[in-house]
């Protein structure tokens, strides 16, 4: 594959190798990482290979640019035929190999005899046929001996540059090229404080290299957003054992808050997050680094009364539906602003909430997922149902006429706490025309298909709204 070189002398090229020599990795949501590897490598004067060995066994071959000030590549290859049992015994297919068999004599010493021959066939890792004295052996038993490594196998996958350098000697290069086999998610820890009005929020970033190759001292950047992709038909093998999710248990104490050690800023339309210090990514690992701490944020409690709750949260109990009710929804509501000690861009991923007993002991309470959350929008995080809190919706009266339709809605709300509550009662109504013509209660019309009644329901005790709603379809 003949390429220009990708960089000039100067701009962009001088910028790329200011930095120390070492990889850089910047590694996104979906299956996707950008490796800069930058090093000081020593060229002759004229044309010359060069193997650049260490790249991601999954490198995407034509991502991958080099550039120097010193030399410029003709073609660059991607060599992955690494050595190996079954490709030695490839390479020497046609070839004479020594074996070495050992055999028990009687007196119980170990005699060992030496086979030489040509191998004739092989399948996988072993030798299925061999000719030997006019003779064919099939599936010769013994220790396969080769007289010298194969000429072009590495031990470690690489893209082998054929290069024109003007001068020689030590120069700067860069490579890049984006490969698969990384992945990064966020995962959060909240613990809720006794009263449930203030949480502390941590965030841990966990990493996985799946790339067949290990970076170590990298440069670590992640990338935050949806990147659009052309979409291939390729299968990868990640069949390594990696847990399908990592756990992050609760801090059992209060702890001082760490430094940052994610520095966040803009990048294009998507947020980059780089860690303020070098890592190691090695192979078939899986990592956690924190880069969140938040002490004291203000958080409401909800109760949400809203049946449309029950499709999203489909794994939610409908046991004795008929006799008691719904159960009402538990949401907690955290803004993500710097006046309530948050006000950095969240990347997605799980939220755990955590709360504290009588005994001082942290207890699991519930978790959501939260999407990308920029600063100044509000984490909605549904934890449950609330186990003493039912509604039942019920129709009392229903007109319908053509394309017009009036009909009477009540629900009825039971409390069996030990403490007065709130319980927003959310309506949805799927009309193009639409009004309510009476009520028990104000309500809040939040957009055109949705209104919600905020009803105040005592201890031990039961409150109801009722309403009626004129419809058309015209």
Not at 110 to 131: A, H, P
Not at 162 to 173: C, F, I, N
Not at 351 to 373: A, M, P
Request: hydrophobic share 35%; with cysteine; proline share 4%.
């Amino acid at each position: 594959m003949n390429i220009r070189n990708s960089f000039t002398g100067g701009g962009a090229l001088a910028m790329a190798l200011c930095a120390a020599p070492g990889p850089e990795v910047t590694i996104y949501n979906q299956d996707l990482a950008l490796v800069k590897d930058h090093r000081s490598i020593d060229l002759s004067k004229g044309r010359q290979e060069y193997a650049w060995e260490g790249v991601a066994q999954t490198l995407d071959a034509t991502s991958a640019s080099f550039g120097s000030p010193g030399a410029w590549a003709l073609e660059q290859n991607y060599r992955f035929d690494l050595v190996s049992r079954g490709v030695l015994l490839s390479k020497y297919l046609g070839k004479d190999v020594q074996i070495v068999q050992d055999n028990v004599a009687q007196d119980g010493k170990t005699v060992s005899t030496t086979l030489s021959g040509r191998i004739l066939s092989v399948e996988g890792e072993r030798i299925t046929s061999l000719e030997s004295d006019g003779k064919v052996y099939l599936d010769p038993p013994g220790r396969v001996i080769l007289p010298a490594l194969p000429k072009g196998l590495l031990v470690k996958p690489s893209l082998v540059l054929d290069l024109e350098s003007p001068k020689g000697g030590r120069t700067e290069a860069e490579l890049r090229y984006l490969c698969t086999g990384f992945s990064w998610s966020a995962d959060y820890v909240a613990v809720l404080d006794s009263a449930g009005k203030a949480v502390d929020l941590e965030g841990l970033v966990t990493l996985q290299n799946r790339s067949g190759t290990a970076f170590k001292d990298a440069k670590l950047k992640l990338v935050a957003g949806d990147v659009n992709r052309i979409q291939e038909r390729v299968r990868h093998d990640y069949s390594d054992g990696f847990l399908a999710e990592a756990s992050m248990a609760p801090r059992m104490a209060k702890a001082a808050p760490a430094p940052p050690q994610f520095q966040e800023q803009g990048l294009f339309e998507y947020h980059l997050y780089e860690l303020q210090r070098p890592t190691d990514l090695l192979d078939k690992e899986q990592k956690q680094v924190n880069f969140l701490t938040a002490q004291g944020a203000k958080a409401v409690t909800r109760y949400v009364f809203d049946e449309s709750l029950y499709q999203r949260y489909w794994w939610w109990s409908r046991d004795n539906d008929s006799r008691d009710g719904l159960k009402c929804g538990v949401l907690l509501d955290v803004p993500n602003r710097e006046e309530n000690r948050l006000g950095m861009p969240l990347p997605k991923g799980k939220v755990r909430v955590y709360k504290e007993d009588k005994g001082g002991s942290l207890q699991f309470v519930g978790e959501d997922k939260i999407d990308h959350t920029p600063r100044g929008d509000t984490l909605h995080l549904s934890l449950g149902q609330a186990f003493e809190l039912r509604g039942r919706r019920s129709v009392e009266s229903s007109d319908q006429k053509d394309q017009q339709k009036t009909e009477t809605v009540r629900v009825d709300l039971r409390n069996a706490k030990d403490q007065d509550v709130v319980v927003e009662v959310v309506e949805r109504q799927s009309w193009p025309t639409w009004k309510i013509k009476e009520s028990t209660l104000q309500y809040e019309k939040r957009d055109a298909s949705t209104v919600v009644f905020k009803v105040k329901v005592p201890k031990r005790g039961q409150a109801s709204v009722k309403y009626t709603y004129w419809a058309s379809w015209k």
